[in-house]
């Protein structure tokens, strides 16, 4: 058996994941401002919600997620055709994501990145966008913003073979 | 001066809160199904997001909510007649929530209604529904879905006149 390739973790930034979609964090706000009579700061329009094709509305969900054990074999990249799909933590821990480019699925281990989010950031995947399914290291609930409607919004491709992983 | 009359603050649940909105939470879901291969669990659809009128688009924006201290009057009153607007708590704390229903104004104490929210919920208040701004008695950040667009989606009154307050 061929020894499992480790995908490097980089640290996310807006820059690193502007192909991809946006983060959703205080700290990546351009418009900020005092609302509530000063009780409370609006960190304004974090994320491009995109849910609207073939009669596509906007739904807020919330997925459990499963925990995995290090080193992370890589199993499996999804995209949604239809719609973009934002995650919110709300366990209070960092996670991460692998992700690749818009378009054809991706075909060879260097076209994913992997990095690790933030435990106070959620990302918002455009449109089409392969992801992998989500990836914690503990139990944790996110809130979810994706389309919801009729037809075709998931594609799969298994990439088990690849033989892939994240390591700690 | 006379008396603060105390508003009784009411467990919340569905059924108390249907005049008024959704409750995003995992107990909430009629539909719960597993993705990613056993991965996940999906709590599917537990908001009406209704953004879309006078050409508004969905947002995501974080609120940044300062504590109150108890008591805590009641100030002021709001509704956004162009859309819905869901509030999520990131920071793990019950949180308070304060409605009236959608039309008028309210006009008077009576027609307020004060819910104490646990903190792994998060409340969708449907187009036109009166609130009073965020209420936590320590800091809190909310994941916030509503309306982006132009047109006047605030209306607000001042009650601190009526002084009403909630009570530990």
New interface residues.
């Given amino acids: 058996m061929t020894q499992p390739i480790n995908i490097p973790i980089l640290p996310i930034s807006a820059e690193a994941f502007a192909s991809f979609g946006q983060l959703?964090?205080?700290d990546q706000?351009s418009r900020v401002f005092d609302?509530?009579?000063?009780?409370?700061?609006?960190?304004?329009?974090?994320?491009q919600?995109d849910?609207a094709l073939d009669g596509g509305?906007?739904?807020?969900?919330?997925?459990?997620?499963?925990p995995?054990n290090w080193p992370i074999p890589l199993?499996?990249m999804e995209c949604h055709p239809l719609g973009s799909q934002?995650f919110?933590p709300?366990g209070?821990q960092d996670w991460l994501v692998v992700v690749a480019r818009p378009g054809s699925a991706p075909a060879a281990i260097d076209q994913l990145y992997a990095f690790q989010v933030p435990a106070?950031m959620?990302v918002?995947y455009d449109r089409g966008v392969w992801h992998h399914?989500?990836l914690v290291t503990q139990a944790c609930?996110f809130?979810?913003?994706d389309r919801?409607g009729s037809g075709n919004n998931l594609q799969e491709i298994e990439i088990s073979r690849w033989g892939c992983q994240l390591a700690e």
Wanted: aromatic share 6%.
């Fill in positions: 959703i964090a205080v706000a609302i509530n009579a000063g009780y409370a700061t609006r960190f304004h329009d974090l994320a919600v849910t509305r906007t739904g807020i969900s919330i997925f459990a997620a499963r995995r199993s499996v934002a919110m709300l209070g106070s959620g918002n399914p989500l609930d809130l979810v913003i919801i």
